[in-house]
């Protein structure tokens, strides 16, 4: 029997008193590409911060490819794209591609990840820091950065936010590609999921 | 080790690419000590003792602004939840950040205690185990200062509460350190010099030790 990518069972998440998370289970199989929609402040983010381990779920549990989340065997099959781009501003995009590659152990994630920011329309030459990139730039380069590693699991929180069209495709492309993902955004146009999600009251719902 | 050697890399280029803020540091570090260089008159006999003093002050106080900006950064940039999120061991993370800071703690130091013989008197053939001696104190006071830069990072009182919370922590320190400088760079012996090592050296053991082990905890959420 094929093990889960990610299997969220009875999750409670709270902030003070308030709920955001709500009994809500989800699975991903392999293979399957999740889109989850929702309005702001509905829990999406919540939910894919329980899922790569940055919040622990008040009640419930989160496994992922069957181990657990604080396993850094399981945490090393993971590529994150979070909102913000995650990127050490004083260094240059492929500085930062290397330095994550690195942490990750992954021995080709730099050659990787320089031909990920060509596909992107950016430049691994050049030396300028992150900091002087615009906001489309930074974020493509955090795809860059999650994908380096060629992950498992992709979890990506509004990888189209900040984007012209054509940004928007070229990270599509390869959002589209990847073996298995979750992804929060509202672009319905850009990335082809095989599952439509929707955030209500803290639990997933079959979106129309 | 592999992953450590990058960590200090991505810190020390990050440093190397804003040296205006190391040059302030080390200016405020400066400026604290000549202020305090005006507490005395300037033909006190016990200019030396009480430089001792003063220059660990200047080197706490400069250190404090290190530890905030250290996690304050990564917070506010996102990586330290892309560390937290990756493979990282939690452990490695603490090192890094630790040495990172000593390394700008250390130059704060090496640049002030010469000043201190200038400002306040005492033996110049005690700088080189004065500046040791600082290093030393410091590598306590950087182990707390670290995790409780981490334990403070997002909270809006944050400059107001990592002293509140370092300040008490540091004083088996202090004491230790002020000891061994007026000793050394003073020329004054204040009690026994060997309890002052072993002072030094047994709380900078409890200081690595306890935030080694306590770093996990606070880099959970």
């Not at chain 1, 998440?13 to 991903?28: E, F, I, M, N, Q």
């Not at chain 2, 107001?160 to 922590?169: A, D």
Request: with cysteine; proline share 5%.
């Amino acid at each position: 029997m094929d093990v889960a990518a990610v299997e969220v069972a009875g999750v409670d998440r709270r902030y003070g008193a308030t709920r955001v998370l709500s009994s809500l289970d989800l699975s991903v199989a392999s293979g399957d590409r999740v889109v989850i929609t929702g309005p702001n402040g509905s829990g999406k983010t919540t939910l894919l911060r329980v899922i790569a381990g940055l919040l622990r779920p008040t009640r419930g549990s989160v496994r992922v490819f069957g181990g657990e989340i604080s396993d850094a065997s399981v945490r090393r099959r993971i590529g994150i794209a979070p909102h913000m781009p995650a990127l050490y501003p004083r260094l240059s995009a492929f500085e930062n591609i290397r330095f994550w590659s690195a942490v990750y152990g992954s021995p080709d994630g730099a050659a990787r990840g320089r031909e990920l920011l060509r596909r992107l329309d950016l430049d691994p030459d050049d030396t300028r820091p992150v900091s002087s990139y615009s906001q489309g730039m930074r974020q493509r380069t955090a795809i860059a950065r999650a994908l380096c590693t060629d992950p498992d699991l992709v979890l990506a929180d509004e990888p189209f936010a900040a984007l012209d069209p054509s940004g928007a495709d070229a990270i599509a492309a390869l959002l589209n590609g990847v073996r298995t993902a979750i992804v929060v955004t509202h672009d319905r146009e850009h990335f082809h999921p095989t599952r439509h999600l929707a955030m209500r009251g803290g639990k997933l719902v079959a979106a129309a | 080790m592999k992953r450590l050697g990058w960590l200090l890399w991505k810190d020390t280029l990050t440093e190397a690419r804003s040296l205006e803020r190391l040059g302030t540091l080390v200016l405020f570090a400066v400026v604290t000590l000549v202020t305090l260089s005006f507490a005395l008159p300037p033909d006190s006999t016990a200019r030396p003792l009480v430089g001792a003093g003063f220059v660990w002050i200047a080197i706490v106080f400069a250190s404090v602004l290190e530890f905030r900006r250290s996690f304050e950064s990564e917070r506010k940039d996102g990586t330290l939840d892309g560390l937290r999120a990756s493979p990282l061991d939690s452990t490695l993370l603490f090192v890094s950040k630790a040495l990172s800071t000593f390394l700008v703690v250390a130059i704060v130091t090496a640049a002030l205690v010469p000043l201190t013989r200038l400002f306040f008197g005492g033996r110049t053939a005690g700088i080189g185990a004065a500046i040791g001696i600082a290093l030393l104190g410091a590598a306590g006071l950087i182990a707390w200062g670290t995790l409780f830069g981490a334990v403070v990072g997002s909270s809006r009182a944050a400059d107001v509460v990592l002293p509140i919370l370092l300040f008490p922590l540091v004083v088996p320190q202090t004491i230790a350190v002020v000891r061994l400088l007026a000793c050394y760079l003073g020329g004054v012996t204040l009690g026994s010099v060997s309890t002052g090592w072993l002072l030094l050296l047994a709380f900078d053991g409890l200081a690595w030790g306890t935030s080694v082990l306590l770093f996990e905890y606070v880099l959970d959420e």
